[in-house]
């Protein structure tokens, strides 16, 4: 299945190699979201593992997930829930993101500061948001900073700055609500 699927979007991976460019890197993800079942995710992650700086072959990327920046890497064993949208992101192995998260490109995309100018001509920052080793991510997350490993995102929480390893956090903005060192 990974030797055809492959195939079927050699193509699309050919070109954005040539042409480096991030429209077409991000309609081809948005044409291959929409793709469903076990074959489409297998077909996205071909595409994947043909135009980001990483992505494993046994990663899930679900329907109506896709990246949008090709500087994106995907580790081992990975899960991605449905409706995801991911930016510039460093996915350690076995993460599991829930459905309908959202991993920006930390936390100053858009620059605000200058009176009188429309945000959308401020320049911003865009950096990599690294997800920890076996960290799980509950639906409906929105994450701005890092997160350590094997830690736990609620649902709906709102990271806005840098996690710890081994802790669970949940809340808008998120706190740590437990240590698992702690739970032993």
């Known amino acids: 299945m990974r030797l055809v699927t492959t195939i079927l979007v050699l ?5 954005f190699r040539i042409t480096q460019s991030e429209s077409f890197f991000v309609f081809c993800g948005q044409a291959l ?4 079942g076990e074959v489409g995710s297998y077909i996205r992650v071909s595409y994947y593992r043909l135009t980001l700086n990483k992505c494993s072959k046994d990663s899930h990327i679900g329907f109506g997930s896709y ?7 995907v580790w081992e064993g990975v899960y991605i829930g449905a409706y995801c949208v991911l930016g510039m992101v460093r996915i ?3 993460a599991t993101i829930g459905s309908g998260v959202y991993i920006m490109s930390g936390k100053r995309q858009h620059g605000y ?3 009188g100018k429309p945000i959308q001509e401020q320049p911003g920052k865009f950096t990599v948001v690294t997800i ?6 509950g639906n409906c997350a929105v994450i701005l900073a890092d997160i350590g490993s094997q830690s736990v995102i609620g649902a709906g929480s709102v990271i806005t700055n840098n996690t710890n390893d081994f802790e669970v956090l949940a809340g808008n903005p998120a706190r740590v609500i437990r240590r698992l060192s702690d739970i032993r």
């Not at 193509?11 to 070109?15: A, E, T, V, Y």
């Not at 979201?33 to 469903?36: E, N």
């Open 67 to 73: 990246f949008s920046h090709p500087e994106a890497e």
């Open 11 to 15: 193509p699309l991976g050919f070109i």
């Open 132 to 137: 920890g080793e076996n960290t799980w991510i």
């Open 92 to 94: 350690g192995n076995h």
């Open 33 to 36: 979201a929409l793709l469903p």
């Open 113 to 115: 500061v200058e009176i």
